[in-house]
């Protein structure tokens, strides 16, 4: 992974962000950091990408959390799901 991850103050600015709880706060810029396109690129929005919870666990995030991080960040209109992995998927 590069050696950070950029926010636009359009995301920090926001009132979804500010209403996000914690986990989901902590996971955003690892999603965000995912797609490997530059921020102007209209592509960007359209990347799909795989995050796993092995990976969520190295980042510090529970199986439990992490589901629950998913789920706030869907609600909250940041990602969108494509599929489910592993078991369900």
């Given at each position: 992974?590069?050696?950070?991850?950029?926010t636009?103050?359009?995301?920090?600015?926001?009132?979804?962000?500010?209403?996000l709880p914690a986990s989901?706060?902590?996971a955003l810029p690892?999603?965000?950091?995912?797609?490997?396109?530059?921020?102007?690129d209209?592509?960007?929005n359209l990347r799909e990408?795989?995050?796993t919870y092995p990976e969520a666990?190295?980042?510090?995030?529970?199986?439990?959390t992490f589901a629950r991080a998913i789920d706030d960040l869907i609600?909250?209109?940041?990602i969108v799901m494509a599929e489910h992995g592993g078991l369900r998927g």
């Open positions: 992974m590069p050696p950070f991850v950029a636009t103050y359009e995301i920090l600015n926001s009132r979804a962000y500010a209403d989901a706060t902590k690892v999603f965000l950091g995912k797609v490997k396109l530059p921020w102007n209209p592509e960007r990408f795989n995050f666990k190295r980042y510090g995030l529970a199986g439990g609600n909250f209109g940041f």
